[in-house]
């Protein structure tokens, strides 16, 4: 499974089978429990998880002229939203559309709210967009794009389909501990609260991507510099006991991780509030939820050695 494959699954939250689909063929022996998170191991010892999901768009309704209201599914900036391509997508269907835009001839106010913006699918009528296949909530996911420029890879859902890769690399090079692949993250880390409320595991590493970069939320990163350890986010501090000891495993092996913080949060916090000892790992990534993401080749080659090594080193039990 290459990256390139698992950035063209869809995975809005609540709508990840695409996204699941691919792991399970990637993956033997998996688990999927009843909220549809991926597991593999014995969910003991050291468990790594990624969220399948990614942010997007949710159709609420069809208008008399065939256009599309929607809603947003996780952080999505309303800026990023005029001009974009979507897919919207269910059981066997695709559908491509398009959020349309004023026209610079026509516009009078510069700030457009995405309240008053619209899917257009080509349809011109509700009959003839329902006819196409849309129908109310169904999820819409910004049209797939991949590309590598220099030594980054540039896609959408790099958040957090690097961190899904990067386990499925160390799953696949023979690395022994437990894997869980998560869903809605994006909408208050749903999944990992599920799954960390009913698992054994002795300690938790949440690799996603961190939004690069910001000297006052992140500190003095650099994507291809490695992964961070991300010591502080907006819901505190996880565990600096256990990224102390990440800190020193990767220092032992030669692995080069960076320490920085992040905005927003994690499935750390998840494990945390259910008493079990998590940090999280952060592939730097600019342009966070975005549909041009990007991701450092450098950082993504050294996460997976951090997680081999980790899997490793740290205890399975006591
Ligand atoms: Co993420």
Redesign the pocket.
């Known amino acids: 499974m290459n990256l390139e494959d698992l950035t063209k699954a869809l995975g809005v939250s609540g709508f990840e089978d695409d996204v699941r689909r691919r792991i399970l063929e990637a993956v033997g022996d998996a688990e999927v429990d009843d909220f549809g998170n991926v597991i593999v191991g014995d969910k003991s010892g050291v468990a790594f998880v990624a969220?399948m999901?990614?942010v997007g768009l949710l159709v609420t309704s069809i208008e008399d002229d065939g256009r599309l209201k929607f809603r947003k599914v996780g952080g999505v900036d309303d800026k990023i939203l005029p001009g974009s391509r979507v897919v919207l997508y269910g059981e066997g269907i695709r559908l491509e559309g398009v959020i349309g835009v004023q026209p610079p001839h026509f516009q009078q106010q510069q700030q457009t709210s995405w309240q008053d913006l619209y899917i257009d699918i080509g349809a011109t009528s509700r009959q003839e967009a329902e006819s196409m296949g849309a129908a109310p909530m169904m999820p819409a996911a910004f049209k797939r794009e991949y590309a590598e420029m220099g030594r980054f890879v540039s896609a959408t859902a790099i958040?957090?389909r690097a961190?899904c890769w990067a386990l499925i690399e160390a799953y696949k090079r023979g690395v022994d501990a437990t894997f869980m692949w998560t869903v809605q993250?994006?909408v208050g880390l749903m999944g990992a609260r599920a799954l960390a409320s009913k698992s054994n595991v002795r300690s938790a590493i949440i690799v996603?991507?961190t939004a690069c970069c910001h000297p006052n939320f992140t500190g003095g990163v650099k994507p291809g510099n490695g992964p961070i350890i991300r010591i502080f986010d907006n819901y505190g501090a996880y565990n600096n006991k256990l990224a102390r000891r990440v800190l020193e495993i990767a220092k032992k092996r030669g692995i080069p991780v960076q320490i920085g913080a992040g905005g927003?949060g994690?499935?750390a916090a998840a494990f945390f509030v259910s008493g079990i000892p998590a940090v999280s790992i952060g592939i730097l990534?600019k342009y966070?939820h975005s549909p041009v993401e990007m991701a450092h080749k450098d950082d993504l080659k050294y996460t997976v050695e951090l997680i081999a090594a980790l899997a490793e080193e740290l205890p399975r039990t006591g």
Do not use: M
């Open positions: 969220h999901d990614e958040d957090d961190g993250e994006e996603d991507t927003g994690t499935d990534s966070s």
